[in-house]
């Protein structure tokens, strides 16, 4: 069955600095890929989403790859501030229907 | 603000009781999901409809679940009998289908805790 996983450790970052989140999928061959933020008692917002023609993709201080070869999505997040800490769910299409299969996300807490 | 609205946002519920969460979508969006989450998890997908017809029901929605999207617009999702195992974070989500590619609208969720 497809499988999404993401870093499951949290990722503590300085202000400043580049956060880099992984998203890893198995048994798959996706049209595209979204990545959505979460905050804590919130639902997910969409950010992101690349098509699997596509390398990268870049939104202000976001850019995502897409490697269909390796199964693989990097989320980057450069000039991080203390306002991006949060989860970062990447999210994956099913089937028909527009239904989403999620990662478990990754919690990033970027310090001032 | 016309995004995704869910009611009520808290829950708090004895074991044996029914609960019932309401969700309105983004008014022209004729897709709506019902995903469910729990602490440390990614959304896990429940169920969705085409305007009123649900198309999909995952192996998660036991028969306690059942889900209704009267008319198209606004959708509720009961749960009967409610275990402990249901604590979780409902979440809803609507989308405009069209074009294969679509963005999902995520309300702010219903807390459910069953003791």
């Known amino acids: 069955s497809q499988k999404i996983e993401q870093n499951s450790e949290a990722l503590n970052i300085q202000e400043g600095k580049t956060a880099t989140l992984t998203c890893n999928y198995t048994?798959?061959?996706?049209?595209?890929l979204q990545w959505y933020r979460q905050d804590p008692g919130r639902g997910p917002v969409f950010l992101l989403l690349i098509r699997e023609n596509e390398k990268e993709k870049r939104k202000e201080r976001l850019k995502v790859t897409f490697d269909t070869t390796l199964k693989q999505s990097l989320f980057h997040i450069t000039a991080s501030q203390p306002a991006d800490s949060a989860t970062y769910l990447c999210a994956l299409p099913y089937n028909q229907g527009g239904k989403l299969i999620f990662g478990q996300g990754t919690e990033l807490s970027v310090k001032p | 603000d016309t995004g995704v609205s869910q009611n009520p946002r808290h829950k708090i519920t004895k074991r044996g009781q029914n609960v019932t969460f309401r969700c309105d979508p983004i008014?022209?969006?004729?897709?709506l999901y019902w995903y469910r989450q729990t602490l440390g998890q990614g959304p896990e997908f429940l169920t969705y409809f085409q305007n009123e017809a649900q198309l999909e029901k995952s192996r998660l929605l036991s028969d306690r679940f059942s889900a209704e999207r009267p008319k198209g617009s606004f959708s509720t999702l009961e749960i009967q009998r409610t275990e402990q195992g249901d604590s979780a974070m409902y979440l809803c989500?609507?989308?405009?289908?069209?074009?294969?590619?679509?963005?999902?609208?995520f309300g702010q969720g219903t807390r459910l805790t069953v003791v």
């Open positions: 008014s022209e969006h004729n897709r």
């Open positions: 048994n798959y061959s996706p049209a595209y």
């Open positions: 989500a609507s989308s405009l289908e069209g074009g294969g590619v679509t963005e999902a609208f």
